[in-house]
């Protein structure tokens, strides 16, 4: 495999992984991931930013000799995360004289995760240089986007920073620089909602920073180059921000379509009111189109059926999701349908607690929903609208 130049004396040595269905266990990929290295080599020295997921390390030590690098002086880890960090010993036994360079923070993280000795370990501090001969790197510890260990390394003489996991998406390229479409927007939607959203203060501040920094690349650790910086910092400018779009979301799971029939009430009295809503299928559902969805959401209203004496699972883990993800929306709500009893919002509300969002009351319903409860769904329906209205969405 030969390594892709990028610009001057900077080449991408990553690998892509097609066949990757799932990543953290958790989110769908739609286009596998990539899981990007680069290799500088300076005048004097040469550096190898982030290194390889193990399940690759084999390829990517023999992609080394067929481009004829005998020697690497500096592993920089801009992060400890395995995805990134995996291939690091198998690097120091190939390049036995070569330094991993990082924070004190991921250097801790390589210590435990991987064995890596101290060592072999140069700690560098927030915008310490390192010279390669005729270029510089720089380092900039960004801890939140998204590991309290994350760095970014800036090659000064090229103007171009490599990010890490920030402004990354899991997407596959044969061309290594990025050609904007909706399958890349959405891919790196999904990733900045899994992975960066619920540090979207931390997101906006390095988002301003690389601006005012005018690079002319970006190079994340998974998908493309931005060779357009623009292009992911203006999306990240919107997903990353502090107010949602008026939509609400209607996530749902109903065992005999009670709870279907008023999340497809509400959904239409909302419409009425100029409101769009997205439905979700909790249990049929994609988590990755609700993930990119609560990048948006101003509001979230969900429906479930009683299982036993609580919340269907499915409920529970929507609502798990939604709080450790940290989405934007403000106001949320409840509606359900139970056979024989139980408490079906207590501890979803209790789970929300945290994001501190307004509760709209929440309406229960034996069985089917009668007149008394459409008039609620209607009032609930005034209510997210004057919500939106008050803050400007509509
Ligand atoms: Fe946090 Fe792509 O690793």
Redesign the pocket.
Same mark, same amino acid.
């Given at each position: 495999m030969s390594f892709k130049k990028i610009k001057n004396n900077v080449f991408y040595a990553g690998m892509n992984d097609e066949g990757r269905l799932l990543f953290d266990e958790l989110i769908p990929l739609d286009h596998g991931t990539s899981?990007n290295s680069y290799v500088i080599k300076g005048s004097q020295k040469t550096a190898v930013i982030d290194t390889m997921y193990p399940k690759f390390t084999k390829e990517y030590l023999k992609s080394f000799d067929e481009n004829s690098i005998t020697k690497v002086d500096y592993i920089i880890a801009n @992060?400890g995360?395995?995805?990134?960090s995996g291939s690091i010993p198998a690097m120091l036994d190939k390049f036995p004289d070569a330094v991993v360079v990082t924070n004190a923070v991921c250097a801790n993280n390589l210590k435990e995760m991987l064995l890596i000795p101290e060592e072999k370990i140069k700690i560098i501090s927030n915008n310490e240089e390192l010279s390669l001969g005729d270029t510089t790197l720089q380092f900039i510890i960004a801890p939140g986007v998204?590991?309290p260990d994350?760095m970014f390394t800036y090659i000064k003489e090229s103007n171009i920073i490599c990010t890490?996991?920030f402004l990354?998406a899991h997407y596959i390229f044969d061309d290594v620089f990025a050609s904007p479409s909706k399958e890349l927007e959405r891919s790196a939607k999904k990733y900045f909602a899994e992975?960066m959203m619920p540090f979207s203060f931390l997101c906006r501040k390095y988002t301003k920073q690389l601006k005012e920094m005018k690079v002319d690349m970006i190079l994340p650790? @998974?998908g493309p180059v931005h060779n357009n910086p623009d292009y992911i910092l203006n999306l990240y400018e919107d997903w990353a921000g502090e107010k949602g779009k008026n939509l609400v979301l209607l996530p749902f799971v109903s065992m005999y379509n009670s709870t279907h029939e008023m999340i497809d009430y509400l959904a239409n009295k909302l419409e009425e009111k100029g409101i769009p809503s997205y439905k979700y299928d909790m249990v049929d559902g994609n988590l990755g189109d609700l993930a990119i969805a609560l990048v948006d959401g101003s509001t979230i209203v969900l429906g479930t059926s009683m299982v036993l004496a609580g919340p269907h699972p499915a409920a529970f883990n929507t609502v798990y999701l939604a709080s450790i993800l940290r989405p934007k929306a403000k106001t949320a709500s409840f509606i359900g349908s139970y056979g024989w009893g139980g408490n079906l919002f207590g501890k979803m509300t209790e789970m929300l607690a945290p994001l501190k969002m307004d509760i709209i009351e929440p309406i229960l319903v034996k069985g089917r929903a009668k007149i008394e409860d459409y008039k609620k769904l209607d009032k609930m329906t005034d209510e997210i609208y004057e919500k939106h209205k008050a803050i400007g969405l509509i």
């Open positions: 899981y @992060h995360e395995q995805d990134h998204h590991w994350t890490c996991d990354g992975i650790s @998974h």
